[in-house]
C-alpha cells in the first residue's frame, strides 16, 4: 500500500534551520512534492524532487533518496512568516497510461519562535 | 496572475440538506482535482478529472457525493444529503498536466462547509 510518514509537531528559533523529514513506501514512485500550507489558508508548491539529490531554492532546500524512501526539506534562516504547515506528498502512476495522483502526508505543523 | 476559483468560500448547512462547490481551474490546466481536508490532515483525493473524463473517483463516497466536468473546464462537486462528518475544508486545484514537468498543483483557495 501508500504510506507516508512525517512528524506532527516541530518547533525553532526564528534564524535558526530546522529540517522536516519525509519518508514514504509506494510503487510506481514518480516524484516528491513539498508544499507549504498557512492556517486557514491553501497548500501551496515549494519543490519537487523526481531524482535523488538536493535542489535549492533561495531559503529552502529538498533532498531525495529514492532507495531509502526519503526526503527532507531544510529551511534556513527561519523567520516567523515560516510558521505553517509543511506537507510531504508523493506522485505515483496508477492505472493504465499516464495516469498519476498524489499521496499526502498529514503534515508537519512547524512553529517559528522569536 | 492566473488562479483557480472557488465558490462559495464559506458554506453552512443543516444536516440532510444539498450543497455544492463550484471551481474554475486556471486556464489551459487539463486536470482538476477535489480534495477533502479535515483540520490538522493532509488532503484527501476525492475525485481526479482528466480533461471532462474521470480518472480517479475511488475516494469519493458515490453514495451522497458527485462530481461533473461536463465541458472540461469548470466543475461541480455536490453532496447530497448532508451529514455531520463532512464539515471540512473542500480544496480544487488543476495542472497543466499529469507529465513529470506539468504537473506541479495550484490550489483554489478552498470552501469552508459545517454541517450542523
Known amino acids: 500500500g501508500q504510506n507516508i510518514d512525517q512528524p506532527t509537531e516541530m518547533t525553532a528559533t526564528e534564524g535558526a534551520i530546522v529540517q522536516i523529514n519525509c519518508t514514504y513506501q509506494?510503487?510506481?514512485?514518480?516524484?516528491l512534492f513539498w508544499y507549504q500550507q498557512h492556517a486557514g489558508e491553501a497548500p501551496t508548491f515549494l519543490s519537487y524532487n523526481v531524482l535523488d539529490g538536493l535542489e535549492e531554492k533561495g531559503r529552502f532546500s529538498s533532498f531525495l533518496s529514492r532507495s531509502k524512501g526519503y526526503s527532507y526539506l531544510l529551511l534556513k534562516e527561519l523567520q516567523m512568516k515560516d510558521s505553517a504547515s509543511y506537507l510531504c506528498a508523493v506522485s505515483h502512476h496508477f492505472g493504465a497510461g499516464n495516469n498519476r495522483k498524489l499521496i499526502w502526508g498529514l503534515g508537519t505543523s512547524l512553529a517559528v519562535n522569536p | 496572475e492566473a488562479e483557480v476559483a472557488q465558490s462559495p468560500r464559506y458554506k453552512i448547512t443543516e444536516k440532510s440538506q444539498a450543497v455544492a462547490f463550484w471551481c474554475d481551474p486556471i486556464?489551459?490546466?487539463?486536470?482538476l482535482y477535489w480534495y477533502r481536508q479535515i483540520l490538522g490532515q493532509g488532503p484527501e483525493l476525492l475525485v481526479q478529472f482528466q480533461d471532462e473524463s474521470v480518472v480517479d473517483d475511488s475516494q469519493l463516497p458515490k453514495d451522497r457525493f458527485s462530481a461533473e466536468r461536463l465541458k472540461g473546464v469548470d466543475s461541480t462537486l455536490k453532496i447530497q444529503p448532508a451529514e455531520l462528518g463532512d464539515s471540512a475544508m473542500y480544496l480544487c486545484a488543476s495542472s497543466l498536466g499529469q507529465g513529470a514537468l506539468t504537473y506541479e498543483q495550484y490550489f483554489g483557495p478552498g470552501t469552508r462547509l459545517t454541517v450542523t
Open positions: 509506494t510503487s510506481g514512485f514518480n516524484g
Open positions: 486556464s489551459g490546466h487539463a486536470t
